[in-house]
């Protein structure tokens, strides 16, 4: 049997293509999709800020301000800190579920929580 490569494999072949394509933007967009964000302030929660908005938020404690979270483009970034170390600061923007960014010395925590559509989260939990 002398089989060329036809309409039908070609067919297959673009399904599955299609299917790998898909299960890799699925995969990629649910892992971005980072909803909200939840600061925890010396173990409790503090504030939990929707990362669809673009804000400036600032983490107070008895009236000072000691953090200031930047949300932009859906990522929440540190920009300011009075901690001595900065490391907060110089940590990367976080936007996907299950990033953060902390701050040690005033025991600040920003964890990116995607909703309960992330079932996967949920259950790893
Ligand atoms: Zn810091």
Redesign the pocket.
């Known amino acids: 049997m002398n089989r060329r490569f036809g309409k039908t494999d070609f067919i297959v072949l673009a399904v599955v293509f299609a299917v790998l394509v898909f299960a890799v933007i699925f995969t990629a967009f649910k892992r971005k999709q980072g909803e909200f964000v939840v600061i925890s302030l010396d173990g409790e929660v503090y504030r939990e800020v929707p990362l669809e908005k673009d804000q400036e938020i600032e983490i107070k404690k008895e009236g000072i301000t000691i ?1 200031v979270l930047d949300i932009r483009e859906g990522k929440a970034d ?1 920009r300011k ?1 009075s ?1 001595p ?5 110089r940590q990367k923007p976080v936007s996907k579920s299950g990033e953060s960014i902390v ?4 025991k ?1 925590v920003v964890e990116v929580k995607g909703e309960a559509k992330g079932d996967f989260d949920s259950i790893a939990r």
């Open positions: 953090n540190m800190a901690c170390d900065k490391l907060c600061v701050c040690l010395p005033n600040v």
